[in-house]
Every structure is written in C-alpha cells, then in structure tokens.
C-alpha cells in the first residue's frame, strides 16, 4: 500500500513540474514574439520616418530611397510604399497606379488627420486598394510647419 502511495505522490509532483515548465516555456515564447513583433514596428517606424524625410526634400527620387528600405525591411515583406496629399490621394505608389486613389475613408487616415499629433498609426487588416492584398498599413502624417495634415506616408506589409 505504501508503494502505491509512494508511486502516486511521485506521479503527482512529476505532472506538476511538467505544467510549471510548460506554463513557463509558453511565456517564454510569448515574451520572444512580442519582442520580434516590436523590433517589425521599431522598424518599420524608423523606415517611415527617414522616408518621410527624403520625400520632404526630394519627392522626385523617393523611388530609390524606398527600394533600399524595402531591402531593410525584407523581414517585414513589404508589399507597398505610398504618400498620400492632404486630401488623401495618392501622390507616390511603390507600385504603378492607373491613376490617383483616394484614401480619406480610410480609418488609418482619419485617425491620423483627428489626431493632429506625428505619432505612428497601425492599421487592422484591410485589402489593399492598390495590391488587392490583406495587408496591415503603418501610418506616419506629413505636417507642415504650422502643425496642419498635409498628407502621409504609408507602409504595408501582410499581416502575421
């Protein structure tokens, strides 16, 4: 009787060291992904805000700019680099467009133009009104040097 007991007591606390280790490794590898998904928005971010800048001083060559950054970014999959005008059509699409789209019914857009602050905007998943993509759009505002929205600067990668 003893030894079943015994047998017993030993199974209990090897079944409770098995849950501590895999609670344990779960949190691990929660912590490891939302520390890679916050170095993808770090970046991501930063990319924007340097593009941003060279679309300020030189739209005509923001193509080259953006392919380097698409280089840096390859991790992230970039489907899309644009920049919207303060009335939200496209002045710049990575990709070729027909003719201008027109964003401001976008969330994205309006949270961007509400806001009046430079702070980054992430999208939920939208398709694309150019790739025709599911797609997450991070958003950073071009304001001019009164504060007003005189567009933006978009990037848009796939969702995870």
């Not at 030189?58 to 953006?66: I, R």
């Not at 991790?75 to 644009?82: L, S």
């Amino acid at each position: 009787m003893a030894l079943w007991v015994l047998i017993g007591f030993v199974m209990y606390q090897e079944r409770r060291l098995t849950i501590e280790r895999a609670v344990s490794t779960g949190r691990n590898l929660a912590r490891t992904l939302a520390e890679y998904q916050d170095s993808s928005v770090r970046a991501i971010d930063l990319s924007l805000r340097q593009l941003r800048e060279h679309w300020r001083r030189d739209p005509a060559t923001l193509d080259g700019e953006v392919a380097q950054h698409e280089e840096y970014l390859s991790k992230e999959n970039v489907i899309q680099v644009a920049v919207l005008d303060a009335d939200d059509w496209s002045r710049y699409s990575r990709l070729p467009l027909e003719k201008p789209i027109n964003f401001s019914d976008r969330d994205y857009v309006q949270a961007l133009k509400r806001s009046g602050a430079d702070e980054l905007q992430i999208s939920a998943p939208v398709i694309g009104r150019v790739t025709k993509q599911w797609a997450i759009q991070f958003t950073r505002p071009l304001l001019g040097k009164d504060g007003r929205y005189e567009g933006a600067i978009v990037v848009a990668v796939p969702p995870p």
